[in-house]
């Protein structure tokens, strides 16, 4: 008697992915509350960030080396070397591939552009080669976490401390840029001093956008003032703002330049980003959502 072995045949593998596009988008201080500062010169914060509509874009293709090439309209004086923050979370992740990366963000512009493309490069790199995601990415920059996470957070301690606020509304706003980078460690130099009042510590509920908004006008960034030292043309650009029609609130964003006004909906978001460029052609402005 022979006995046949029926042969089970398993499911195809699909092959594997070869080319990935990822979106890494503005990151937004709406608050910034600089609490102490560490004995080794490391600032304490605490901050609400919430991410935007708009952002750079990168495609990445398996490759047996990392190259970087930058497009886009702000990819002048963006270096291609291991300078960049691309190539070194490509580094970090111990993988290599051909990367493009779209620049739409102006940069040295307090909203995190080079963090938010470095941690799309890990979370694409990550999907490209089965890889996990690395515990010390932190080492790349103190937004690299949260950036990572990329949804509207508290971050706290110099960045690592993040605490997601999944219910956080979707706020409407204009982001607006002179033209003018700075460099972060300057203004936090100019800082008159580094202990000053944290957020309070429960957060208030925020069940429409306005009780958002509400409560952001009683917070600050209290690097706004020594940007503005450093820079004047920051006053300008939230003067701007706050006489757009119906700006809510005209806030900087990290330590600038980039500045936000919030409004009450989309459209009226897109008149005061369509005024604001008409009265100022030369500055970066778009409206977008935030969060």
Not at 65 to 90: C, H, I, Q, W, Y
Not at 175 to 198: G, H, V
Not at 212 to 234: S, Y
Request: net charge neutral.
């Amino acid at each position: 008697m022979k006995f046949w072995q029926k042969r089970v045949l398993s499911p195809s593998q699909p092959p594997p992915m070869t080319t990935i596009e990822a979106f890494a988008p503005a990151k937004i201080n709406l608050t910034l509350h600089v609490t102490d500062r560490r004995a080794d010169g490391y600032h304490l914060l605490d901050s609400l960030v919430v991410f935007a509509g708009i952002g750079d874009r990168l495609i990445l293709k398996s490759s047996d080396t990392t190259e970087l090439e930058v497009s886009g309209p702000f990819a002048g004086g963006v270096p291609t070397d291991n300078r960049n923050l691309v190539k070194k979370a490509a580094k970090l992740m111990g993988a290599t591939a051909t990367i493009n990366l779209e620049k739409n963000l102006p940069h040295a512009a307090g909203i995190g552009g080079g963090s938010s493309d470095a941690a799309a490069t890990i979370k694409a790199l990550s999907l490209l080669n089965s890889l996990s995601l690395p515990n010390g990415a932190a080492v790349l920059g103190a937004d690299i976490p949260v950036c990572l996470a990329a949804q509207a957070a508290r971050m706290r301690g110099i960045g690592e401390i993040i605490e997601p606020l999944p219910d956080f509304p979707i706020l409407h706003g204009v982001l607006a840029n002179p033209r003018l980078p700075i460099e972060t460690k300057t203004i936090f130099a100019n800082l008159k001093s580094p202990q000053n009042s944290a957020m309070p510590s429960s957060l208030p509920a925020f069940d429409t956008s306005d009780d958002c908004i509400t409560f952001l006008q009683t917070m600050r960034n209290d690097l706004e003032a020594p940007a503005i030292k450093a820079q004047p043309v920051i006053e300008d650009v939230l003067h701007a703002l706050t006489q757009t029609a119906s700006c809510r609130l005209a806030r900087m964003s990290g330590s600038g330049a980039t500045c936000f006004g919030l409004y009450a909906d989309e459209i009226t978001a897109k008149i005061a980003a369509r005024d604001l460029q008409r009265t100022h052609p030369n500055w970066w402005v778009t409206a977008t959502t935030l969060n």
